[in-house]
């Protein structure tokens, strides 16, 4: 019965590990249909060679520092470990390796390649796994504190803030450190929209993202008798509600629409498995209107140059989400209990705080020594010709 258990739990870990790297796809196509033409090669191979150098990274040095695992032994005592531990590995990189998918749509168009990928190694092997080691492994007992202080742990059940406010705040110092895309901001106060090349291929990516998430989601029960009908449907209304929300606040923008979904999921996978299915239909909604919102006000007010949103969409909604899990969590308002508003404020900043201070040391020393930015010729004949000496179209259309 213990080895049905262990086989039934690898193959369920495992569909997850492979639903959630199916949505690596949803970042590349995204990020491809977001950006203008002669950037969409490049926005394929950052998503591919990112989570290919993330792999070995945390293989190596992440998943230690998060974990205390090491895989430095040989086959025999590897083999030793049940395919259930080898899997969780699987498992939990791809969520590792989402920070830079997300950190890259932020920084498109215009940053360097190999630069970006030294900080994708960095961030993967020791600012993510850090605070993954304290939210989800009990590290340096920060865990017991805020339960000491508040009632309850931090609660982050499929990674709200470990995940995606880390990836989104991280990113913020990038963008800002990058600048504007040369013409985005002119010096008469015009603004050049510097459109989507393809509302199809955004569309794709984000329906393939929507898809994944269910595993990104449900699947971080981790074994198959503690899945939970609640995460899933929990995951749905929050989508839906992000959808709707997104609709009217961006006036039917088709950019907007299929990003409220991603909101309304980043925002919802913190309290998924303990919200009410219509306080994870409100948390999905706020989180549709915190994105149009400000996705408008960077863009059109502020002048900060995030591409796809990521500040916003990741940053902010992933906040929102640590937050919300305290307020719709609560037996209060429907929710399971188990969970403190305070311990959910601490918990979430501490990841806030620890992002934005991974982000400037990077990103500010890679400016400082090798440089973030391509040329100002390599960023106007656009990445794919400057980085990969080759466009994505034959004919060498490009939409300038």
Partial sequence: MEALKQGADTLFILLGAIMVLAMHAGFAFLELGTVRRKNQVNALVKILVDFSLSTVVYFLVGYG??????????????????????????????????????????????????????????IVGVIYPFFEGIAWNQH?????????LTGEEFHDFAGSVVVHAVGGWIALPAVLL???????????????AHPPSSIPFLALGAWILIVGWFGFNV?????????????????????????????????????????????????????????HPLGALVVGGVAG????????????????????????????????????????GSQALGGLGGVSLGGQLIG?????????????????????????????????????????????????????
């Fill in 178 to 192: 990058l600048g504007a895309r040369s013409n985005r901001y002119r010096k008469d106060g015009a603004i050049s």
């Fill in 219 to 275: 699947m971080s029960a981790q074994t198959q008798d503690k899945i939970s009908g609640l995460v899933a449907l929990n995951s749905l209304m929050a989508m839906v509600g992000g959808t709707l929300v997104a609709l009217l606040a961006g006036k039917n923008d088709p950019g907007f629409v299929h990003n409220g979904p991603l909101a309304g999921l980043v925002a919802v996978c913190a309290g998924s498995d303990l919200m």
């Fill in 140 to 148: 340096f007992g920060i865990q017991a504190w805020i339960k000491a």
């Fill in 289 to 328: 209107g915190i994105f149009v919102f400000m996705f408008t006000l960077t863009q059109n007010k502020w002048k900060i140059d995030d591409v796809l949103g990521v500040w916003p969409l990741h940053g902010l909604c992933g906040t929102w989400g640590g937050i919300a899990a305290g307020i719709f």
């Fill in 348 to 400: 979430t900043a501490m990841g806030v705080t620890w992002a934005l201070v991974g982000g400037v040391m990077v990103y500010g020393a890679l400016k400082y020594t090798m440089g973030l930015r391509l040329s100002q010729e390599e960023e106007f004949d656009g990445a794919d010709l400057s980085i990969h000496k080759t466009s994505a179209t034959p004919d060498h259309e490009a939409n300038w």
């Fill in 65 to 122: 520092v998060a974990y205390g695992t090491s895989f430095l032994v040989g086959a025999d005592q590897l083999i030793a470990k049940n395919g259930y531990e080898l899997v969780k590995f699987f498992f939990l990189l791809t969520f590792a390796a989402a920070i830079p998918a997300i950190i890259s749509g932020g920084i498109a168009e215009r940053a360097k390649f190999w630069p970006q990928l030294i900080a994708t190694g960095v």
